[in-house]
């Protein structure tokens, strides 16, 4: 089987932070490498998501303190949009507490 690794940096402006890490990421660029395997058993090429790593480094210069964590693209990509104000953090359907009108409404 065929792999291949393409990698991006991200640019954080304000501090962020990704489900299943504890600490608040300090905004920075963050290179993203992203594994995809070929498969072989159709006759045109399609690839299928292995891992995501990010690079998380540490306020040192020295390289050795870099750190590589497995993340889940769609929790970096939700990240990445909230940093740069694409979507809002806020919750879209709000329920009404007025009375027995227990129906969503949507928030825009």
Sequence with gaps: ??????????NFVRPFSLRG???????????VMTEEMQDEKVT???WQWV???????TNSDRSDDARLMTV???DLEVAYLRDQKMID????VAFSARGSN???KRVF
């Excluded at 891992?51 to 480094?57: F, K």
């Design 44 to 46: 045109y090429p399609t």
């Design 72 to 74: 889940d693209p769609r």
């Design 89 to 92: 953090a806020r919750p879209k």
């Design 1 to 10: 089987m065929t792999n291949r690794t393409t990698s991006k940096i991200l």
């Design 51 to 57: 891992s995501t790593q990010m690079h998380l480094n």
């Design 21 to 31: 890490l504890a600490e608040v990421l300090p905004a920075g660029s963050y290179k």
């Design 102 to 104: 227990t129906r969503a």
